[in-house]
């Protein structure tokens, strides 16, 4: 099946630094990526679609210039998260989809455990 | 506004039983339905999509549609204490387009099974 790889899997970083995660779609192309986030015990929140060449869609709530999406390729879309704050501190999540005979299925990657300190 | 529901559980079989899984959706044009599992701490996968009314099986696993009633459930069937997760409906309501703007998955907040051995 189709897999997707999200990198780094956990990261710790300072209050106020940035941090950059990455999601490439393996063993397909993916024009479209989403990015999730997670918190404790909270079901999935889609923050922002990541569309190939073109800028990301944000969803409401979400400051895009906090969290800086960009879609360079077919197969990678990177999530950087700017001036992280403890609140901040997060499970994020990437999927993309993969269009298959059956209909589309949305894969995720395994995620990022953040946490700012 | 877009809504899936789902029990929050948790619901506690013992081994061997079938578990019941249950969601509701209030978009009555959603398209695609899927059911993920996720552990704790980790990221979802895919168990089972379904894209028409009726069952459809995959090993232990049924999932069943009904649209006229908004509501999809899955079923496992003699459940084992490696199914204990959460487990998380989504459903889209968009269509995939070429650049896949419009497919967004909606997620329930899960329902937390145990299977006790």
């Known amino acids: 099946g189709a897999v997707v790889s999200q990198h780094p899997s956990r990261v710790i970083c300072k209050s106020g630094t940035s941090v950059k995660i990455e999601c490439r779609s393996l063993d397909f192309q993916a024009t479209t990526m989403f990015w999730y986030r997670q918190f404790p015990k909270q079901s999935l929140m889609l923050m922002a679609t990541?569309?190939?060449?073109?800028?990301?869609?944000?969803e409401q709530g979400v400051e895009k210039d906090k969290f800086l999406i960009n879609h360079a390729s077919l197969t990678l879309s990177t999530l950087t998260v700017t001036s992280a704050h403890p609140e901040d501190s997060s499970f994020y999540i990437c999927s993309a989809g993969d269009r298959g005979p059956s209909g589309n299925t949305i894969y995720f990657g395994e995620g990022s455990w953040l946490t700012v300190v | 506004q877009k809504e899936v529901e789902q029990n929050s559980g948790p619901l506690s079989v013992p081994e061997g039983a079938i578990a019941s899984l249950n969601c509701t959706y209030s978009?009555?044009?959603?398209?695609?339905f899927f059911w993920y599992r996720q552990y704790s701490g980790k990221s979802p996968e895919l168990i089972m999509s379904?894209?028409?009314?009726g069952d459809k099986e995959d090993g232990r696993f049924t999932a069943q549609l009904n649209k006229a009633s908004q509501y999809v459930s899955l079923l496992i069937r003699d459940s084992q204490p490696s199914d204990s997760a959460t487990y998380l409906c989504?459903?889209?309501?968009?269509?995939?387009?070429?650049?896949?703007?419009?497919?967004?998955?909606?997620f329930g907040k899960g329902t937390l099974l145990t299977v006790n051995p």
């Open positions: 989504a459903v889209n309501s968009g269509r995939w387009n070429s650049g896949g703007s419009n497919y967004k998955l909606t």
């Open positions: 990541s569309n190939e060449g073109s800028k990301a869609t944000y």
């Open positions: 978009d009555r044009g959603s398209q695609s």
């Open positions: 379904i894209y028409s009314n």
